[in-house]
């Protein structure tokens, strides 16, 4: 590029032979604190809203939901709700609903290792936490294959990386570890390759304990300073339609009682575990959803909580699940509604169906992150990563993503407005039919000017050609093989990673704690 | 899938073996009128958007517009502007901008050969427009090449095959026909080939006439019927920064003369032909704009016109422009409010800058699409098939953009919504832990329930293995071959097809009409 302006282009190739990685990190900062600042979408009258919020009650009220943990239905039962105990089917009137309802907050915040990771979860704010829970790994070398601890560690240290990620997460299921073990290393990995706030399974107390425990040291916290604020969280699926297994239910009485983080999804499925229709398959959720509130504040009053919103549909002839459809971004904006009708925060996803991070994984992952995003999500879990509708985590995906989110945060900010900025001088000085590279006007801003891509070749054909004539998918490729070559994890207390080593080697010595189920 | 029901599996198996070339059809009238049902977002304030307007005003009074075709100079000079030759800058004072803001139709139909094709353009009606304008084509079996007449056709015969592409358009450039003769045979595959409503390019008065006497002899209409209403459309692109050539000049007087479509657009690169700023690069679009209609309104006051918006950003390492980037979605939600504030239908893009049909042209293109619809869209161009910043045309792109499309189409469908919908019933008769396949909540409704995909693939990862592993990209060049296969053009009176190809024969022989620069 030549300005015609010798001082301007000296000036613009000093910038492009600057350091890339430092000019990154200039603007990386405000992917920190995303704030959304449009209004969210409605698909629904307020009406239709209070509508679907009475029929939840009423299918709590009248068929009620099973649940499968004694210690659970006995909380209910002492808190007021009708527990038929043959059944397991619990009965909660709207009194009791409404009373969870007023104590859960609104707004709080999740507190990281490091204090500039902690994350504020409230309307209009917005945290990214990675992909949660595939079995299998992927990458366009090595194919999809069982997931590893190296697997983990390495999507701890890529949400690590970005700070379009605010919270590490479950990323994948580390099978060369045995079930007993997987919460001790998969805590470990987070505590000592990053800084922000971890993510706890809830497979039954003695695992919650655990992580519990390693968290407070981590962090040098007493029980009661961990108890006072949240340091981590989980995520609760129920057990569509209309059930809360064990382990789900004893993880929303353990989080709650320490006062951490409970995500509380139903993931409805309409026209398979849930009504084929979006009112109905919104309304079911919403049903599911309240039942776990209630129970987290029958626990403890005031124990932090989000709504988790994650209806979508299945292709009718196969039963296949579909993600990022129509259909899920309509739910989205419905959930985002049926959220703020409780003002809660609301937790949506980043998802797609595609067996490979191709154009489709793309596309399908857009609308679920405009579904989400314009609908005031909250809490975007599988923000990152996610393929084959939860199967498996890619890597090239994930990088793909974090491209996605940063030019969502670059949205998200404000654009300067004056007078100054609408720049009538600099359209006097280029003239008509001139150019602005080299005007005063460009040459005070463009150094921040646009958002730098991470993935995205914008280069000619030519040069795009003669460098390999790459797909977005094979640039990922590399950039997530460069980000874990230079990773290096943030400065930690020797004695701290001493001290959560032998956590870790005492309770692998005792058995560990095996998943409940 | 079973339902665990023999009488719904039955049902559900007859229709997995249903056609489903009829189940699209189904579902695909829809698309052929859309309604955005959400209210536009807003970056700007009211305040911040008549700033920017009256800054528009005063670059139009004070700097002006340089103007190359003499008859244009004169017809704004008639009109009250004050021009000087020596410089070709026209001035043009607010009040009769205002003047012409007041004749500028806020709404109109644009009038198809069939009228089942007809387009409402107006504020919430959304029509879709395909690519236009690239030299070249690409596929993924023979690459990158220069468009000829038979991809034009393949193009027209693509566009005329999915409802939700409402008009056809500029395609590619056929370089193997002489510019002379271009118009002629573009024009020619068009009315032949399909039933929407044409695309002509303003490239000097001979060639446009001969388009509009094309339109003229397919609609069997007089010269006064023709005018009365727009049977065709035109893109005009100002020279930004702040001139009008000739042949977009000539455009501009040819088609408001005529009563025909002109969508006037600024092609405005922030940091390159405009100000590096946001506010800036509108405000000079907003000028240009004005300008262009301004000449539409002094040539026939009421001659419809599109207030076009087409502004990104450069990458100012490189000078490479971008397209789908955040500042792209910024600006799409800006014009959209000066649109509005002027209250026209507003023209926007479905753009990326990707070389290939890839991961990257789906996120790029999904930005700009729901920057487009999100900012209230009501003209779509390069709705389909534009890759590479508009220097290529691609097949298989095409398809995965008819695929967005009609994601966003079914989208803007209503959500049922009544206690029968809701299905509180259907949530009994399934029961906690059951499924919903076989309810009667479900057998009602299973068959249009969902948006049945083109391209996107839900299978497993097993079933999609062993179909070959094909990407997206890859299905889609399996699609775009499959409706060219088996392409039908609409039926037409065999008398009409004479006459147009009599018409180009004529004027072939007659030398044909070269284009003015």
Known sequence: MSTGDPRADRRIRRRTASDNVANQAARS?????????????????????????????????EIGVRVLLP????????????????????????????QALRTAPPAFDLVAPA??????????????????????????????????????????????????IHFLGACIEPQD???????????????????????????GGPQVRDCFEMVRINAGLSESQFKAQPHS???????????LDIPMSQGIIDFAAAGQLSIITPFTLAG???????????????????????????????????????????????????????????????AGQLARHINLPWRSSNVNASNIADAQAAYESEMSLWG?????????????????????????????????????????????????????????????GGHFFGTAHTMARYEKAFYT??????????AWTEDGAKTATERANGLWKKVLKEFVAPAKDPAVTEALESFVARRRSEGGAPPVS
Request: glycine fraction near 8%.
């Open 115 to 164: 204090p500039h990771r902690s994350q504020h979860i409230a309307q209009k704010h917005l945290s990214v936490i990675p992909v949660g829970g595939p079995p299998h790994v992927t990458d366009i070398e090595r194919g999809k294959r069982s997931g590893t601890l190296e697997d983990f560690r390495n999507f701890a240290k890529l949400s690590q990386q970005y700070d379009v």
């Open 177 to 203: 570890i045995p079930p007993e073990f997987r919460h001790l290393e998969t805590m470990l990995a987070m505590l000592t390759l990053g800084d922000k706030a971890p993510f706890i399974y809830g497979r």
């Open 29 to 61: 900062e405000p992917y920190r604190r995303l704030v959304i600042p449009f209004e969210p979408m409605r698909i629904f009258s307020d009406d239709q809203v209070e509508t679907m919020h009475r029929a939840a009650l009423r299918i709590l009220e």
């Open 372 to 432: 989400a995003i314009m609908g005031g999500c909250n809490i975007l879990i599988h923000g990152a990563g996610w393929l084959e509708g939860g199967l498996a985590a890619s890597y090239e995906k994930f990088i793909l993503d974090v491209e996605m989110l940063q030019m969502f945060a670059e949205l998200f900010r404000p654009v300067p407005f004056s007078e100054d900025e609408i720049g009538v001088e600099a359209i006097v000085e280029a003239g008509p």
């Open 453 to 462: 891509p991470l993935v995205s070749d914008w280069r000619n054909f030519g």
């Open 71 to 98: 210690e659970a239905r006995q909380r209910y039962k002492a808190a007021g709700a009708s527990v038929d105990e043959a059944s397991r089917m619990v009965r909660i009137d709207r009194g009791l609903v409404e």
């Open 272 to 334: 398979a575990m849930a009504p084929i229709t979006l009112p109905g398959a919104l309304t079911q959720a919403h049903a599911e959803a309240l039942a776990g509130i209630t129970l987290a504040q029958i626990v403890r009053a005031g124990a932090p909580v989000s709504y988790g919103g994650f209806t979508s549909n299945v292709d009718m002839k196969s039963g296949a699940p579909a993600f990022g459809t129509p259909e899920y971004v309509k739910a989205a904006f419905g």
């Open 233 to 243: 969280y989980t995520v609760i699926n129920t057990n569509s339609p209309l059930q």
